[in-house]
């Protein structure tokens, strides 16, 4: 499911870079909260997206 997830995002034009998938149990609040900061920081790195919004 998740590499039809990811030729979806690129027929859509996103760079694949912004999708990620992490299995996280509820218990694992810091690896959550390690995860969220990592990712945050990839997306920052790419820049905006060269993805247009919808008028």
Known sequence: MFNMTQ???KILGIETAR???EWISSA???RFAEIAREFTEQIK???PSSLKKAA
């Open 7 to 9: 030729e979806l995002v």
């Open 19 to 21: 999708l990620r998938l």
């Open 28 to 30: 694992e609040g810091t």
């Open 45 to 47: 790195s790419l820049g």
